[in-house]
């Protein structure tokens, strides 16, 4: 199967920056899109932004101009540059693949298990 591992969450303070990564192991036959979603206390799931294996990417209104997907496909790493944060971006940030773990397989959605983010006013 296909493990997804993020880091680089914390507290940081309105205007500030973090630099969120998730690295993909495991069984890894291929990986399409990747992405990342976040969900704040008391809403839905949603997405922020994702990005294909040929580097084209898709934000969130909400975060178009502030935050940047980028990814390294040969470390299976995704990363998600997030500046200029505000308070509304508080919440737990999610990884997600669109991966194969072996030849045979169909692709599936593979998650990570979440990192906080929090910027405090």
């Known amino acids: 199967q296909v493990q997804l591992v993020e880091s680089g969450g914390g507290l940081v303070q309105a205007g500030g920056s973090l630099r969120l990564s998730c690295a993909a192991s495991?069984?890894?036959?291929?990986?399409?899109?990747m992405g990342w979603y976040r969900q704040a206390p008391g809403k839905q799931r949603e997405l922020v932004a994702t990005?294909?294996?040929?580097?084209?990417?898709n934000y969130a209104d909400s975060v178009k101009g502030r935050f940047t997907i980028s990814r390294d496909n040969a470390k299976n790493t995704v990363y998600l540059q997030m500046n200029s944060l505000k308070p509304e971006d508080t919440a737990v940030y999610y990884c997600?693949?669109?991966?194969?773990?072996?030849?045979?397989?169909?692709?599936?959605?593979?998650w990570g298990q979440g990192t906080q983010v929090t910027v405090s006013s």
């Open positions: 495991g069984s890894i036959y291929s990986i399409d899109a």
């Open positions: 997600s693949a669109d991966a194969r773990a072996r030849s045979w397989d169909r692709n599936r959605d593979y």
């Open positions: 990005i294909t294996t040929r580097g084209t990417t």
